[in-house]
């Protein structure tokens, strides 16, 4: 997978700019420039929302009602192209034709984003490691996205009945027919959730004993409450049921559904203990960088076509043979690159450079 060239208008604080592109790509500048703007341009284009957590208005520029991006892209040796346009909401085209909408770009360009950002991963609560994986499986699973939709949608409609229901205990039993819904794609995300941990394991241990150097072993666990592991869907959503009958006094106390995959955590353990209680700095970041690594290689593996790499700023946090260990992982994808200094990445690899300035690119 590769990204020939792209064309920006009215993005953050870009107001035109044309690239072309390598297979290594050196974004560089100050901070607060545009560098990684670009790279959440480029991110837009796998159908995921901007990883750093904005609402879609907030990417147009300042004064500017639309903003406008263009790709070119090859994908298993096939020339395409893509285009987003964003003016309170995105649309998409896809070799000329609209699509119905804009997550359907991802089915055709994949990419993993390594950002300071993703440091919440491991130190802070459930919400991120939840993110990380719906991604992921955004990316894998071409109906994940919509049965997430669903979910949502029952849980909204599940817990605006447990207000309801205060002001008229007649409405109580139309809980059982929102537990069915509930619990029928609550089951569809947990088994797919549970698969995919199942799945990334082998790739972060790999990784992880890399980044140790072999002194440090990596685990990971799915928590949904209740033990998943080897159940069928069938099971899950059974188990689920129970759960929610289990719960519904404490529901109705809370006026809010306390148990279901909204509240799944993914437990990240460093030779048996928590990393998030007891890991260092250093060893956050290592479980960060080795799920990010397996995050890609098992979308490779997957596809069967290497997914962009798109580092911002992660290169300067880290030392040189983790540096030369994450370039080394991923030497035969196209990456792009942010950084302050260019010659921090040139003298591990060799690539094209962007000198970004004020949004526009001065050399």
């Avoid at 941990?197 to 992880?208: D, K, R, S, W």
Wanted: glycine fraction near 6%; charge should be positive; hydrophobic fraction near 35%.
């Amino acid at each position: 997978m590769k990204i020939n060239s792209i064309e920006i208008e009215n993005f953050r604080n870009i107001e035109k700019l044309k690239l072309n592109f390598e297979d290594v790509n050196i974004i560089w500048g100050e901070n607060a420039q545009g560098k990684t703007n670009l790279i959440e341009a480029i991110y837009l284009f796998t159908g995921s929302k901007s990883f750093r957590g904005v609402r879609d208005k907030e990417l147009v520029k300042f004064g500017e009602k639309k903003a406008e991006l263009k790709i070119d892209f090859e994908n298993k040796s096939r020339k395409q192209n893509a285009e987003l346009s964003i003016m309170g909401r995105r649309t998409a085209k896809l070799n000329e034709i609209e699509k119905k909408s804009a997550t359907a770009l991802g089915d055709e360009l994949k990419a993993v984003i390594f950002s300071p950002v993703h440091l919440s991963m491991v130190k802070d609560g459930p919400i991120e490691r939840r993110k990380f994986i719906d991604n992921s499986l955004c990316q894998l699973k071409s109906n994940y996205r919509s049965v997430l939709k669903e979910y949502n949608r029952c849980l909204a409609q599940r817990n605006m009945l447990l207000k309801d229901i205060k002001n008229n205990f007649n409405l109580e039993d139309m809980l059982y027919i929102w537990d069915k819904n509930l619990a029928k794609s609550g089951a569809k995300i947990i088994y797919q959730r549970e698969k995919y941990v199942e799945a990334l394991l082998p790739f972060a241990t790999e990784i992880f004993d890399g980044l140790s150097k072999g002194r440090e072993k990596i685990d990971l666990r799915l928590d949904c409450g209740f033990e998943c592991k080897n159940l069928t869907v069938a099971e899950i959503e059974n188990e689920f049921t129970k759960q929610l009958i289990s719960n519904r006094n404490n529901d109705l106390i809370n006026k809010i559904t306390t148990v279901g995959p909204h509240r799944d955590d993914m437990e990240i353990l460093i030779n048996g203990k928590s990393a998030r209680l007891y890991g260092s700095q250093g060893q956050q970041r290592s479980c960060v960088l080795a799920l990010k690594l397996a995050e890609a290689s098992l979308l490779k593996k997957m596809t069967d076509d290497e997914p962009l790499a798109l580092l911002d700023d992660v290169m300067s946090e880290l030392d040189e043979s983790r540096q030369d260990y994450i370039l080394n992982h991923i030497k035969n994808w196209q990456v792009f690159i942010t950084c302050c200094d260019a010659n921090t990445v040139l003298r591990l690899k060799k690539g094209k450079t962007f000198h970004i300035e004020n949004g526009r690119c001065i050399g």
